[in-house]
Structures are given as structure tokens and as C-alpha cells.
């Protein structure tokens, strides 16, 4: 074996021991959906972007970069990350205070009905085992492209990989062997693009270079690749395209299930908003070092096929062995963090959510059906051909549409009712899947202003309305609201406080700061390449790369004031004068 397949192999085998050591310390069912609700910030920080991170960025995105789309994924300023910061505030660390086994659980608690429960876990499970075979699939094309195993043995092999551990320890396992692979992939992508970039001479060099490349010539505009060989033909076709997308995935990233739920481990509620915030942050950087580096690599090799193995054919071409070994020894984690996800998802849906009752529910019955939902996903890999990138979209803005309206509604509507609940989340479903599926398929095409996910989530948001106004809440429904919105007492500490605001604090300096490197780093040189600087040498402010460059304080700053200010106006104790008596 080369040192590639010996590095794969050892990182694997060090994931699933871990795993299974973890799994030694669940006894009750507490443990294995929720890890105990004990995980501090850096194993909710790992979890939330290993969940993540898959072979959907490394190999999906990385490709459609590569292909022809790095300046707008570079130039864009994490609108999408967003959805860590305002999902916490005003959705996850209710989740925490509820006290639910899962997401689906807490959904028919605050309505009081097992429908709206069942509902909710269908949706997991229809969306979540998409997903959990799109990750599969990808680990599987990684395995066959570095051992030479078929990639029927890669499908196995990856399966048996993420299912060992993830059966038998549940959350305990997955929170914690995502946090191993986090450091792990986030150690090699920042390595490796460091390595890449030095040896292009520098990053001015090189995003020179990529602005006068013969082979992708606007790869480096903010634009990216437009044409009629594209999906849109224009630059504003794209930009309404990808802001929606963002919009969308914003959304997921604050109440899709493979990301809320990660905020019911946490030790307390200080730790979901620490860990959301640095998540935010860490997704974006990282990010920028994997799109920068798919975008780089056509300096090497413009025609790399599929699009897909950029990262695969960067890590055994450009860097050395050894970099390159961590590289896909760090993808192949990604991929396994999120399958292990992915999978205990779906299965603790299957188990506590989707019955007549989940009183009956127990430790063996639960590892038994997380049994059955995984050879259901491998068998489904065999007959489904691998398409990572779309399926990706298509797949985590469902929940945009079905689980945005009525998440955000749960904890600030005091109108919603239980059938506004279970049909706004349906409709929303349906008519953001079946437009996709048409529009997948070819049968219809639609502008990209009337996304699918605009289409479904318009129809929830008619829908909560309607049967909000014809119906009432009930007294039950009305206290679970009120009770989830009294701060417990543990968490109203002045020392914890000053280090959640710490994190806010730190968001805004962010905002502030990622102008100037994005300016010098990438427009400036930019600019100086395609001949855009002004005969002065100055930057050229009417482009709309200098433009987008400016954005990331509009976004940031305000966020991280409100972050700030929610965290003192509900955690400070009234005593020190920090702040009013909170009222929520």
C-alpha cells in the first residue's frame, strides 16, 4: 500500500475505535440521542462543522469551483453563515431549554401532537437519507480513486466505516469522533493551502494568474463562469441565483436537523451560542482556503475530469505525499462525519418520532432500526448514481421551506396552532420537491428568482396563516411557549456572560477585518491582472468585485451587535447592573 491508502486506512481505524470507546459510556437513552447534554463548546463547535463539511464541499463544491466559479465563492460574504448566529439566538438554545430527544420531538411537544411530530420525522428521514447517500457515495468515489478498489468495495467499506461506531455509541460517538475529524481536515485544508499558494508565488501572484487564465477566462470575476453553455446566461442571473441559495442554506444552517440538533448536547445555553458563533466564522475560513485552493489548482491542470476529483488530483500532483496523505485522510473524515450524522439521524427519527407513541422506545430498539436505515442507504447507493453538487442543493434547502416558517414560528408566534404547524410544513415540503424534481428532470425551468424553495416556502408561510386564523391555540401549547421563554437560572451568570460576549465581539471584528484582507489579497491583485486598476494605481471602486468586497460589515457588524445584546439582555445577572431585568 502507498502512504496514501496506509493514511486513509490508520485515520479510519482511529475514528471507529474512538467511536466505540465512546460508546461504552451510554447506558440510557439520553446518552445515545443526546450525548447527555453534557458537550462543551469545542465538541459542539466540531460537530456543528463536521456535520457540515463532507464530501459535498470537498468534492461537489470544490469541482463546481474549479469548474469556473471561484470569484463569487471567494468574493461573497458568508451570507449563508448567518444562519448559525440567529438560528442559535432564536432557535437553537430554545431547542436546548426543551429538553427533547430530538428536533422532530420538540416539534410535538410545543404543538402538542404527535402528527405534527410524525411529520417532522418523515421529512428527516425522506431528506436525511438523501443526504446520507450522497455522502456515501462521495466517500465511496474517494476510496476507488486512491486504493483502486471497485467502487462497490469503496460503497461497503465507507458504509462499514461510519455505521460501526454510530450504532453502537449513538451521539456520544458521532460528537466526538466529529471533533477528531474537524481538527483533522481543518489542520490539512489550511496546510494544503498554504503549500499551494507559496508555491504559486504568494497569493497576489496567483490571483494574478487566475485573472488572465486562457482556459476559464472569468473564473476570477465576481461572476464567475456566465454564458449560454451555463446555467445562467447573464452576471445578474447568477447573483440572483446564488444569493437565494444562500438565503436558503442560511436557513438551514438555523433549524435543519443535522445543525439544531446539535444544540440540545450542549453543556448549557452559553455553549450553543459560543460554538454558533465560531462555527460561523470557521465555515467561512475554511471555505475560502477550499475554493481558493479548487480555483488555483487550473494554474496546474485546467482540465481535470470530473470536476469532482480536483481536490483528489491536487493532493496526489501538487503537494507532497505526506500533505497530500492528511489531505485525503482529512476529505475522507469529512464525509464519514457527515454519514455518521446523517445516520443516527435519521434512525433516532425512524425509532422515537414516526410510531403511534415513543414510550416504548428503548436503548435495543433504537440500535436496531439505526440498523435497518443503514442497509436501506447502502443498498440505495447501488441503484442510485452518484450526482454530489445538485443533490446537495436540492436536498438541504427542503428544509428552508418546510422547517424554516414553522421553526422560527414555534418559539416567536404566539397565533401558530397545531394544524397550522403539520400543514405548513408539508406544503412546504411538497412544493419545494416536486418544482425541483421537474426542474431536475427537465420538464420545466424556472427563473431563478422563483427558486423551488421560494415556491415552497411562500406556500408554508399561506398555509401557517390560513389555519393559524381558523383556529385557536390551545392553553397547552400556550404555557410550553411561555416556559420556553424563562431563562434558566444557571445560565444568568456574569462569567459565563462576558465570555459569550467575548464571541460576539469577535464576530464584529470579523466583519471589520475581512474588507481589508479581501481588498489587498484579492481585488487589488485582481484588478491588476485583468488591467481593471485606475491609471493611478488605485483600486477600481465601480467594479463589482471592489463592491461585494465591502459587504462583509453590512452582514457581520449589525449581527454581532444583536448577538451582543441578546446575550447580555438575557444571561447577565441584574445584580452587577450589566443589564435590565431580562424579559423574553
Known amino acids: 500500500m502507498d502512504i496514501f491508502t496506509i493514511t486513509l486506512v490508520a485515520s479510519v481505524l482511529l475514528f471507529v475505535a474512538v467511536g466505540n470507546y465512546a460508546g461504552r459510556g451510554v447506558k440510557q437513552l439520553d446518552d445515545y440521542f443526546v450525548a447527555g447534554r453534557r458537550a462543551p463548546t469545542i465538541l459542539i463547535l466540531g460537530t456543528l462543522v463536521a456535520s457540515v463539511f463532507s464530501s459535498t464541499i470537498f468534492m461537489g463544491e470544490a469541482g463546481f469551483t474549479y469548474a469556473g466559479q471561484m470569484g463569487p465563492y471567494l468574493l461573497f460574504p458568508g451570507i449563508a453563515g448567518t444562519g448559525y ?64 478498489l471497485s467502487y462497490t ?65 472569468d473564473i476570477a470575476t465576481w461572476h464567475g463562469t456566465v454564458g449560454p453553455e451555463t446555467d445562467w446566461l447573464r452576471p445578474l442571473d447568477y447573483l440572483m441565483w446564488a444569493v437565494i441559495i444562500d438565503i436558503a442554506w442560511s436557513v438551514v444552517y438555523a433549524v435543519s436537523p443535522w445543525q439544531s440538533s446539535r444544540h440540545m448536547m450542549a453543556r448549557n445555553e452559553h455553549v450553543v451560542i459560543r460554538a454558533a458563533i465560531l462555527t460561523c466564522m470557521a465555515v467561512i475560513i475554511l471555505q475560502i482556503f477550499i475554493y481558493g485552493v479548487s480555483g488555483l489548482i487550473n494554474i496546474y491542470n485546467p482540465g481535470i475530469e470530473p470536476v469532482e476529483t480536483v481536490m483528489i488530483w491536487a493532493a496526489r500532483n501538487v503537494v507532497p505525499d505526506v500533505l497530500g496523505a492528511f489531505l485525503l485522510a482529512g476529505i475522507m473524515a469529512a464525509a464519514l462525519s457527515s454519514a455518521s450524522t446523517f445516520l443516527s439521524l435519521v434512525g433516532f427519527s425512524a425509532s422515537n418520532d414516526i410510531g403511534i407513541s415513543n414510550k416504548q422506545v428503548s436503548l435495543r430498539m433504537t440500535r436496531g432500526v439505526i440498523a435497518v436505515v443503514s442497509l436501506l442507504a447502502l443498498a440505495a447507493s447501488f441503484v442510485f448514481p452518484p450526482n454530489i453538487f445538485w443533490l446537495m442543493l436540492f436536498v438541504g434547502t427542503v428544509f428552508t421551506s418546510s422547517w424554516g416558517p414553522v421553526a422560527l414560528m414555534s418559539i416567536w408566534s404566539k397565533r401558530i396552532t397545531k394544524d397550522a404547524a403539520f400543514w405548513g410544513m408539508i406544503t412546504g415540503f411538497v412544493f419545494n420537491v416536486v418544482p425541483a424534481a421537474f426542474e431536475y428532470f427537465g420538464y420545466i425551468t424556472f427563473p431563478h428568482y422563483f427558486n423551488p424553495t421560494i415556491i415552497g416556502t411562500l406556500t408554508s408561510l399561506a398555509t401557517i396563516f390560513y389555519f393559524s386564523a381558523r383556529g385557536s391555540v390551545t392553553e397547552k401549547e400556550r404555557k410550553y411557549r411561555e416556559n420556553l421563554h424563562k431563562t434558566p437560572e444557571n445560565d444568568r451568570n456574569n462569567q459565563k456572560t462576558k465570555w459569550t460576549a467575548a464571541a460576539a465581539v469577535g464576530l464584529i471584528a470579523y ?22 486598476l485606475m491609471p493611478d ?11 461585494i468586497a465591502l459587504a462583509s460589515p453590512v452582514l457581520y457588524v449589525p449581527l454581532g451587535i444583536f448577538a451582543l445584546k441578546m446575550i447580555l439582555k438575557s444571561y447577565s445577572e441584574v445584580k452587577t447592573g450589566l443589564a435590565k431585568q431580562p424579559v423574553e
Open 511 to 532: 466583519g471589520i477585518t475581512m474588507p481589508f484582507l479581501t481588498i489587498n489579497y484579492y481585488v487589488r491583485p485582481y484588478q491588476k491582472g485583468a488591467g481593471d
Open 537 to 547: 494605481g488605485s483600486i477600481n471602486w465601480a467594479t463589482g468585485e471592489a463592491m
Open 85 to 148: 448566529i440567529y438560528g442559535a439566538i432564536l432557535f437553537g438554545r430554545y431547542l436546548r431549554r426543551s429538553e427533547a430527544n430530538t428536533v422532530a420531538d420538540f416539534f410535538g411537544q410545543r404543538f402538542d401532537s404527535r402528527r405534527v411530530q410524525q411529520a417532522s420525522g418523515i421529512i428527516i428521514i425522506v431528506a436525511l437519507g438523501i443526504y446520507l447517500l450522497v455522502v456515501t457515495q462521495g466517500a465511496a468515489l474517494l476510496i476507488e480513486d486512491l486504493t483502486g
Open 153 to 217: 468495495t469503496g460503497l461497503i467499506v465507507a458504509w462499514f466505516s461510519y455505521t460501526i461506531f454510530t450504532l453502537y455509541s449513538g451521539s456520544k460517538g458521532v460528537i466526538l469522533t466529529d471533533t477528531l475529524m474537524f481538527l483533522l481536515f481543518a489542520f490539512a485544508t489550511v496546510a494544503f493551502g498554504i503549500y499551494v499558494v507559496d508555491d504559486l508565488g504568494g497569493i497576489s501572484k496567483a490571483v494574478e494568474t487566475m485573472a488572465t487564465l486562457e482556459a476559464k477566462p
